[in-house]
């Protein structure tokens, strides 16, 4: 079988690349096996000091996990497979969080979802002008994982409310303004970046050399929008909420009403609350522990995930019926019912 990356060592640095650019790196087992056997290998190696990740091809670094084959997964009643998915690729996201050497992640281009579950927990986490970085899981009927909700509950202000319920697209600067990324340095400087950092194997003094300060972020221009319309209570608050500014001539508020009317309720719900929560969670492992516990609870009882699919990869008529379609009809104790559920096994062993 064809491998799914490229890894060498030289110089002190190895160098891990995902090498799926026809599928904008997209993570399937395959990938996540074989990114884990080389980063245990490189634990204990005392040639490696540091370590870059990055993607193949110039469209990004990954656009998140195989939804396809997730699809498939939920769709065929084999549920254990599915889960047995989330529990590889968590344990990678966590061993990136906790790895004994310095890991630079470098998130060019598109980076969503999964992509954000290996570069957003590493040491060092670099962004170009190019770079796209989002959570969109709610518009597949879906709710952020990855470790997503353990950064987003640490964003500034509701910022992470945002994101979370919209799977808003964030520029380079917004990424560090938001906390999911560390530096900026610009696409044409990456080469170097790493060449330095073989040479050299001084991380903080390679990536100072490259990287430049972020132009403003967008996000910090409508901060105060953000948190006026994302404070509420519930979603159907915020929707109204962003409804009031629309009709005062807020067209981006309109866009994000248009937005949230137009996905699962459910999945809406859910994620509004499981963010709220993991900002009282300790520890990036409870907030994974927790993210497993509502996608096992989505893979075994809601119509909307595999129907989110459906409409986005699938058939691509983006047209999902969801289940309840709105949010009047949905019932109340959904996001407690959800993040109560036990998965059949636990997240670790």
Not at 51 to 59: F, I, K, T
Not at 72 to 98: C, K, M, N, Q, W
Not at 227 to 253: F, K, N, P, S, W
């Amino acid at each position: 079988m064809t491998s799914r990356i490229l890894a060498h060592a030289d110089g002190g640095l190895g160098h891990l690349t995902l090498d799926r650019p026809r599928a904008l790196n997209a993570l399937d087992h395959l990938t996540l096996d074989e990114v884990a056997g080389v980063l245990e290998a490189w634990r204990d190696d005392p040639a490696v000091a540091a370590v870059v990740l990055d993607g193949a091809g110039e469209r990004g670094f990954c656009a998140g996990g195989d939804i396809r084959e997730l699809y498939g997964s939920v769709t065929d009643g084999r549920h254990p497979d599915a889960r047995r998915y989330f529990r590889r690729e968590y344990a990678l996201d966590a061993a990136i969080a906790e790895y004994p050497k310095p890991v630079v992640a470098i998130m060019d281009g598109i980076t969503m979802g999964g992509g954000v579950g290996l570069s957003g927990h590493a040491a060092v986490r670099v962004v170009t002008e190019r770079s796209r970085v989002a959570m969109p899981e709610t518009r597949i009927g879906f709710t952020p994982d990855v470790g997503g909700s353990w950064l987003l509950a640490r964003a500034p202000g509701h910022l992470g409310e945002h994101l979370a319920l919209t799977g808003a697209s964030m520029t380079g600067a917004d990424a560090i303004h938001a906390g999911f990324a560390d530096h900026l340095v610009p696409a044409d400087r990456l080469p170097a970046l790493v060449d330095e950092l073989r040479r050299t194997g001084d991380v903080a003094e390679a990536v100072a050399r490259y990287a430049v300060a972020p132009p403003e972020a967008p996000l910090a221009a409508r901060r105060a929008h953000v948190d006026a319309c994302y404070a509420a209570a519930t979603v159907e608050e915020i929707v109204d909420r962003l409804h009031d500014a629309a009709r005062r001539g807020d067209e981006q508020a309109a866009q994000e009403v248009a937005t949230l009317e137009a996905l699962s309720p459910t999945a809406l719900t859910v994620t509004l609350a499981a963010v709220r929560r993991a900002r009282d969670l300790p520890t990036l492992r409870r907030a994974l522990e927790q993210e497993y516990g509502l996608v096992s609870w989505f893979i075994e009882t809601q119509p909307d995930l595999p129907e989110g699919i459906r409409a986005q990869v699938i058939d691509k008529d983006r047209s999902p019926r969801w289940r309840p379609a709105t949010l009047a009809e949905l019932d109340p104790g959904v996001a407690h019912a959800a993040l109560a559920y036990v998965p059949p096994e636990p997240l670790w062993g």
